[in-house]
């Protein structure tokens, strides 16, 4: 257990609890945190974790501006909305379609660790992600389902700081979407 992973796991702590209470400074927080696991993935050659963090870096501070400048030209927050079932099915095929090719890719290219495994976590945290960002509900599922197999790649590569972070990312992911449900508009619904 590094410094780096101390630090990223308070903050990914801090960042998520802001994001559950639909706080903007989720964004600046998150923006750290993912600088630091960015190092903390490399050392660790998870290099597509290490991806991730950058690509995250590039979303939440979209995420950061989008929350910030509301949705009206009234300067309206932001409101939690539905992703269209299409829309959904469409961000599942490629996710699988982009995680086979990154994972193989990765692992005919490099010495990663579980390359298809973390693949699968760079890829499906990337859509996640972006659904946060535009404030949409089922990107809590989205974590969901990452956080369980995160749990278990940082668990086989002795990250277990970062594995215990992801136990309690899957636990504050379901508590953020019950606390989401409550403030869904109905007739809200984005692409």
């Keep these: 257990m590094s410094l780096g992973e101390i630090i990223g796991t308070v903050l990914g702590i801090v960042g998520v609890v802001l994001m559950i209470r639909q706080h903007v400074w989720t964004w600046p927080v998150g923006l750290v945190q993912v600088a630091v696991y960015a190092w903390v993935f490399y050392d660790a050659k998870l290099y597509s974790d290490a991806i991730l963090q950058i690509c995250f870096f590039a979303i939440q501070a979209y995420g950061w501006w989008h929350w910030w400048r509301g949705t009206g030209t009234d300067g309206a927050p932001l409101r939690v909305s539905r992703t ?9 095929l490629g996710g699988a379609i982009v995680t086979a090719l990154w994972g193989e890719t990765i692992r005919r290219t490099t010495d990663a660790a579980l390359p298809h495994w973390d693949a699968f976590i760079l890829v499906f945290s990337l859509i996640a992600q972006w659904l946060q960002a535009r404030k949409q509900l089922e990107n809590w599922a989205g974590w969901m389902i990452v956080n369980v197999v ?23 992911a379901v508590v953020g979407h019950r606390q989401w449900c409550r403030t869904l508009q109905p007739e809200a619904s984005h692409g």
């Design 84 to 92: 269209p079932a299409r829309v959904l099915f469409g961000w599942g």
């Design 150 to 172: 995160a749990i278990g790649v940082y668990w086989a590569k002795d990250l277990r700081l970062t594995a215990g972070l992801y136990v309690v990312f899957l636990i504050l």
